[in-house]
């Protein structure tokens, strides 16, 4: 089989007829990572935390992720994963699990802490 010089306006042609197979199966779409009961609980925590740390762009920085993905969690166009829950536990200053059963913030308002 011979090769083609690679110029920019020179395409490459197929002397032979070659068939491609692919050496490894396709992924398999995961589990989802949170059940849909910790979901409900991450989203009350990540609402409080957006008003407690000043609004949508901020609370992307602090968790490191993009405006576009946190905008989608919130309004339930995607599913946030355990890393976003990880973060959010992290600048809350609590415990994962607190996060994810929904003792925090609990039935607090994020504007005063009262609960």
């Known amino acids: 089989m011979t090769q083609a010089r690679h110029h920019p306006s020179v395409m490459a042609i197929l002397l032979k007829r070659e068939v491609w197979r692919r050496t490894t199966p396709l992924l398999r ?52 994963s355990a890393v976003i ?14 996060v994810l059963d929904g003792s925090w913030p609990g039935g607090a308002c994020p504007h005063c802490g009262r609960g």
Do not use: C, M, W
């Not at 949170?34 to 990540?46: E, G, H, I, M, Y």
């Not at 957006?50 to 490191?64: E, F, I, M, S, Y």
């Not at 829950?85 to 607190?98: E, F, M, S």
């Open 85 to 98: 829950a990880l973060r959010a536990a992290k600048l809350a200053g609590q415990p994962v699990d607190r």
């Open 29 to 80: 779409r995961r589990e989802p990572d949170l059940t849909d009961a910790q979901v409900a609980a991450l989203k009350r925590s990540l609402v409080y935390l957006r008003v407690t740390v000043g609004g949508r762009n901020k609370l992307a920085r602090a968790l490191r992720v993009h405006a576009t993905t946190l905008s989608r969690v919130l309004s339930d166009r995607k599913r946030p």
